[in-house]
């Protein structure tokens, strides 16, 4: 099957940004936490988890 729409990998990286954000705060709040505690390896998940928490 030949895909008609090769946008379907596209995304709003503000919005994804925003929303794990979103989801961080909420969970912290749930639990009654003030923040969290990240470690950061140099890898490019640390990378997306510094410019996310970063902006």
Same mark, same amino acid.
């Given at each position: 099957?030949?895909? %008609?729409?090769?946008?379907?990998?596209?995304?709003? =990286? %503000? %919005?994804? /940004? *925003?929303?794990?954000?979103?989801?961080? /705060? *909420?969970? +912290?709040?749930?639990?009654? *936490?003030?923040? +969290? &505690? &990240? /470690?950061?390896?140099?890898?490019?998940?640390?990378?997306? &988890?510094?410019?996310? =928490? *970063?902006?």
């Amino acid at each position: 099957m030949i895909m %008609e729409n090769t946008n379907l990998l596209e995304l709003d =990286l %503000e %919005e994804s /940004r *925003k929303n794990i954000i979103d989801f961080i /705060r *909420k969970h +912290a709040t749930d639990l009654n *936490k003030q923040g +969290a &505690v &990240v /470690r950061l390896s140099g890898g490019i998940d640390s990378a997306l &988890v510094f410019y996310a =928490l *970063k902006h």
